[in-house]
């Protein structure tokens, strides 16, 4: 590049810190958000996050300003913008209306006299952005794919260690940009992958796919094990010690829920339903989550008493964050309750107070930050 100013749209749990890892990175980042009260927080550095390092790193910024007028990312200086605006999902997959308007707000501005490096970071549905890069391209806007592949509460760590780097683009100059740049954020020196723009729309959904697809398996295998009276540690345990398969995401526990997994696993079948092919693998997985946390609610209710209490230590999708998304450990409490067992449920005083305003005296609370 020939200069060190990036553009990002969209500094929220992502963006932010994709933002905050550049400016240490040395590169001046100009990041536009729409939501006042956020924008103010981060402006006067009193943001507090709930992602490990982002504070520290928020109030050690010195090249990161945060503003929220469009044009000041789109100034002749940035010849590379992010975008991390939210794609919530619906019943096509996802909502692309922001991102779409983003882009539009964008093309509006007419067309750059140097080229620009447009690096979509969200979640999309395969085909989105090849529906919108020659118009882009007319503009001088190359378009770029690139998400990341991250979980909440370690998205800093994610980011600086990924398993890989994934580039989908149709012009690989654009691609190469942007791998020179997140590859200095990347300290592990991932492998960076590249292809078309569907390929890696497809890629992104596919991973998260294969996760939940191998939680699914592991919680299918142990209920199986506990049915029969073996032992699913140690059949697990045996199974992932095959480097053919490996232990990550192949241990017992609840089904996997929270804000990405789930929504990934329904959007690539959707897409394959909509591309004309049955994916059975993500509906299979979908399934086989539900039957595990029916299986789990059958098993404590045939294991514990009336008059005891259930204690559950986080209701959230995971330990950790105050996620509370289609968690699967709050199914089970509130299916446990609604059959008048006694539920103590423990988490921090923001997701206690969310549940108690949810659910009232479902539960009894305890508060642990
Ligand atoms: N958070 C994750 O773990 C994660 C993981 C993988 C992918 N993603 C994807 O990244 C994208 C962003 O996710 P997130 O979790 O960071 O969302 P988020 O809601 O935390 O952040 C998005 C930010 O964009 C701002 N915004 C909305 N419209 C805007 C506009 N027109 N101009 C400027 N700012 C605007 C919002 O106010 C918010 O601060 C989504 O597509 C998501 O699917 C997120």
Redesign the pocket.
């Known amino acids: 590049m020939a200069n060190n100013s990036i553009g990002l749209?969209?500094?929220?749990?992502?963006?932010?810190c994709v933002a905050l890892l550049l400016e240490q990175k040395g590169y001046s980042v100009t990041a536009?958000?729409?939501?006042q009260r956020?924008?103010e927080a981060l402006q006067t550095k009193s943001f507090d996050s709930p992602e490990p390092e982002v504070n520290e790193l928020l109030r050690t910024s010195k090249h990161l300003r945060f503003s929220?007028d469009?044009k000041e990312c789109l100034t002749e200086d940035h010849e590379l913008i992010f975008i991390?605006?939210?794609?919530?999902e619906n019943d096509q997959g996802?909502d692309h209306s922001?991102?779409k308007?983003?882009l539009e707000?964008i093309m509006n501005q007419g067309e750059r006299k140097h080229p620009v490096t447009l690096v979509v970071?969200?979640?999309?549905l395969p085909g989105f952005n090849q529906t919108i890069e020659e118009r882009l391209k007319a503009l001088n806007y190359h378009l770029v794919y690139s998400?990341?592949?991250?979980?909440?509460g370690t998205?800093v760590k994610n980011l600086q260690h990924p398993d890989m780097l994934l580039f989908g683009a149709s012009d690989m100059t654009y691609a190469l940009k942007t791998e020179v740049i997140m590859s200095q954020i990347a300290l592990n020196h991932p492998q960076a992958h590249h292809m078309s723009l569907i390929s890696a729309e497809i890629t992104?959904l596919a991973t998260n796919c294969f996760l939940t697809a191998k939680i699914a398996f592991a919680n299918a295998i142990g209920d199986l094990a506990s049915q029969s009276g073996a032992d699913q540690k140690a059949i697990l345990g045996a199974i992932g010690s095959d480097s053919r398969v490996g232990h990550k995401y192949l241990s017992y526990g609840y089904g996997f829920g929270g804000?990405?997994f789930p929504?990934?696993n329904r959007a690539l079948n959707y897409f394959a339903r909509e591309a004309g092919y049955t994916l059975q693998i993500s509906e299979a997985t979908e399934r086989a989550n539900e039957q595990h946390t029916d299986f789990q609610i059958a098993q404590l209710l045939q294991t514990t008493s009336q008059q005891e209490e259930i204690y559950f230590d986080h209701v959230t999708y995971k330990p950790g964050t105050d996620i509370l998304q289609e968690s699967q450990q709050l199914k089970i409490a509130l299916a446990l309750a609604k059959e008048g067992r006694l539920i103590k449920v423990c988490g921090s005083s923001k997701v206690v107070q969310t549940l108690k305003s949810t659910y009232g005296n479902v539960f009894r609370y305890e508060v642990k930050n």
């Open positions: 749209i969209g500094p929220g749990r992502l963006g932010l536009i958000e729409q939501n956020y924008l929220s469009l991390y605006v939210p794609t919530p996802y922001i991102l308007g983003v707000a970071g969200c979640t999309t998400p990341a592949f991250i979980a909440q998205i992104k804000p990405c929504r990934d």
